[in-house]
């Protein structure tokens, strides 16, 4: 069995149409056998599903979807498990175990309206979110990453931690390095930086101030609405994570930072959003 997983900086991809890079899972009795990172060329919805039809993909684990998409895959015979957010090989494992499911999380380009709901992806015409980008990219100009590893297919291990020592994340713990193109933006622009410059073997220690990581918190991207003009709202609660659409159509994960009787407010900032963040990173493979 192979199941691909619409993947960037180790985390679900939330819109499969505009997909990069998928994670391609070998699985076999029930345990991952070995996992590579692929690219979509470019490819757009019906030629993404096209694309993991060669490659013999039997489910696809992805966050926001369209219909004519989810029709795409279902021609040639990929099982499609939507809705599903956070690290992708720990959604890979929990399908595994049975306990992810598809949510028919749906990206309707061409709906009106407003609707909510936990991984359903629902409408936000008013509010262009960052997504996983931790801010607007293109907003301004960035110097280009510049290194002997840029453009090449990096593995490394790393460990990541915040500046009290409580750890958030750790490759080392997950036994497989991540595997990325160095200063394609598949990773934030400080660990990207960092990696460019490294050799095979070398462990370094950085320390990332917002800007290199995932941003400053936005105060515009904090927001409130009416309960009556989100259908399905009704149903959620404060800590929660769900998805709305904005304008381009793309499903983006918000957190449900306050609710009352009338109305709930939202948090669209990436959840490191105004953190540093320190890395040790340990460069395994350079493939070229």
């Known amino acids: 069995m192979k199941i691909a997983v619409t993947y960037e900086n180790g985390e679900i991809f939330q819109h499969f149409g505009h997909t990069e890079t998928f994670k391609v899972y070998t699985v076999e009795d029930g345990k991952i056998l070995s996992s590579e990172v692929i690219g979509s060329n470019g490819a757009g919805h019906g030629a993404l599903a096209a694309l993991l039809g060669d490659q013999k993909i039997d489910v696809l684990i992805c966050g926001g979807?369209?219909?004519?998409?989810?029709?795409?895959?279902?021609?040639?015979?990929?099982?499609?498990?939507?809705?599903?957010?956070?690290?992708?090989d720990a959604?890979?494992?929990?399908?595994?175990?049975?306990?992810?499911?598809?949510?028919?999380?749906?990206?309707?380009?061409?709906?009106?309206?407003?609707?909510?709901?936990?991984?359903?992806?629902?409408?936000?015409?008013?509010?262009?979110c960052g997504g996983h980008e931790g801010g607007c990219e293109g907003c301004h100009e960035e110097k280009a990453i510049e290194g002997p590893n840029v453009g090449k297919r990096c593995r490394t291990h790393y460990r990541g931690?915040?500046?009290?020592?409580?750890?958030?994340?750790?490759s080392?713990?997950?036994?497989?390095?991540?595997?990325?193109?160095?200063?394609?933006?598949?990773?934030?622009?400080?660990?990207?930086?960092?990696?460019?410059?490294?050799?095979?073997?070398?462990?370094?220690?950085?320390?990332l101030m917002p800007e290199e990581a995932y941003g400053e918190a936005?105060?515009?991207?904090?927001?409130?609405?009416?309960?009556?003009?989100?259908?399905?709202?009704?149903e959620v609660s404060v800590g929660q994570r769900v998805y709305l659409q904005?304008?381009?159509?793309?499903?983006?994960?918000?957190?449900?930072?306050?609710?009352?009787?009338?109305?709930?407010?939202?948090?669209?900032?990436h959840e490191m959003a105004g953190k540093e963040l320190n890395f040790q990173i340990e460069l395994v493979e350079v493939l070229g």
């Open 65 to 88: 979807i369209g219909g004519g998409a989810q029709a795409a895959l279902a021609e040639h015979g990929i099982e499609l498990c939507a809705g599903a957010s956070g690290d992708a």
């Open 91 to 128: 959604a890979v494992e929990a399908y595994l175990r049975g306990e992810l499911v598809n949510t028919g999380a749906n990206c309707d380009h061409h709906g009106e309206g407003h609707s909510c709901g936990d991984h359903e992806g629902g409408h936000c015409g008013e509010h262009d």
């Open 161 to 170: 931690t915040f500046n009290d020592g409580t750890q958030f994340d750790s």
């Open 172 to 207: 080392y713990d997950r036994g497989e390095p991540l595997e990325f193109i160095c200063g394609a933006g598949m990773m934030i622009r400080g660990f990207d930086a960092a990696v460019a410059n490294m050799k095979v073997g070398e462990i370094v220690n950085v320390h």
């Open 218 to 234: 936005d105060p515009s991207a904090i927001f409130t609405m009416e309960i009556a003009q989100l259908p399905g709202a009704e």
């Open 246 to 269: 904005n304008q381009f159509g793309q499903p983006v994960p918000v957190l449900v930072a306050d609710k009352t009787e009338t109305t709930i407010t939202f948090d669209a900032n």
